[in-house]
């Protein structure tokens, strides 16, 4: 994609309408609705798992024709109580955008996902193929056993001074297994542990987010709103490989594979290496597929951000993607 076809966001909006669901007794998620309330509906899944959205997310599609449908998923964000792993699983996300999606009256929507939100549209996908008329997807993580090595340690071979930092925060004899020695810490009932190892994992995944680091986003992932979220939900999710089946999200793939689909992966990317979009790519031939060659993870790097919002301008068009 050439600089003079660069596609950028579209302005700030704010929501015109958003609210809390309690979705169990230990659970309320936040939602909200942008755009156009009689509009095109969309479906915005964050990452993480336990990321949050953020304003930035509302500017991926055109709020004169997309209704903009967004929710913290359980411990992330607005979503209480924050970092919360009990009653959290892949199953029980598919249950909730399902009771949001009956909740705002959507017959159908477009779902719309990035990194560990790619993960989760493929399964609620697989689940609800009848709910969906298309899927973005960004930054693939299938949360396959070897996608979750590669986090917890091969991202060492890039980054090695930050994974030297991630894994100097834990003793010497437990370093032999980082993601148990991040669990234990995680999960303990101790905040000064928990919040110190939360703030540790997400610095380490902050830092490799960009092509060029950008201090700014590091900043943010140090946050204890940001980082309890994401140092706990991730450690859940790996640990349990996403409650799925290895491969599983691949396996099902024929569920899907009639409905219009584009992926767009950047070439970079460190913490979601392009060779699972290429897997993806390999099992769903039908779907787009877009390598951004000047970008790692994040979705706002250029040419990420330009292919999203081109992918939206397409469905939005002819309701398929180029």
Not at 80 to 108: F, H, S
Not at 136 to 149: A, Q, S, Y
Not at 188 to 196: L, R
Not at 258 to 274: E, K, N, S, T, W
């Amino acid at each position: 994609m050439t600089s003079d076809t660069m596609r950028t966001v579209f302005p700030e909006i704010e929501p015109y309408r958003s609210g809390t669901l309690a979705v169990d007794e230990l659970h309320t998620l936040y939602w909200e609705e942008c755009g156009n309330p009689e509009g095109q509906p969309v479906l915005f899944l964050h990452g993480g798992p336990g990321a949050g959205t953020s304003p930035s997310h509302r500017r991926f599609f055109d709020p004169a024709h997309y209704r903009i449908v967004l929710f913290d998923q359980r411990g992330a964000g607005k979503s209480t109580p924050l970092g919360e792993y009990q009653n959290n699983t892949t199953a029980l996300l598919i249950e909730d955008i399902e009771k949001i999606r009956v909740m705002l009256g959507i017959p159908q929507w477009l779902v719309f996902g990035g990194s560990w939100g790619s993960t989760l549209a493929l399964a609620y996908g697989e689940a609800h193929p009848e709910r969906c008329l298309g899927f973005i997807l960004r930054g693939i993580f299938l949360c396959t056993k070897t996608e979750v090595d590669w986090f917890v340690n091969g991202m060492g071979y890039f980054y090695p001074e930050i994974h030297q930092r991630f894994a100097e925060a834990i003793p010497v004899e437990e370093r032999g297994d980082l993601l148990q020695a991040y669990v234990k810490r995680l999960f303990c009932d101790d905040p000064a542990i928990y919040m110190e190892a939360a703030r540790n994992w997400s610095r380490y995944e902050g830092s490799c987010l960009f092509l060029e680091p950008q201090a700014e986003a590091i900043a943010s992932f140090e946050s204890d709103e940001v980082s309890l979220g994401i140092g706990r939900l991730e450690a859940h999710y790996m640990l349990h490989g996403a409650f799925m089946e290895d491969d599983a999200l691949i396996r099902n793939i024929a569920r899907i594979r009639h409905l219009p689909a584009v992926i767009v992966q950047g070439r970079y990317d460190v913490i979601c290496p392009p060779v699972s979009a290429y897997r993806l790519h390999q099992a769903w031939p039908e779907a787009s597929y877009h390598v951004i060659g000047d970008a790692g993870h994040a979705a706002m790097e250029p040419g990420i951000a330009s292919a999203l919002v081109q992918a939206t301008e397409d469905f939005k068009a002819q309701r398929r993607f180029s």
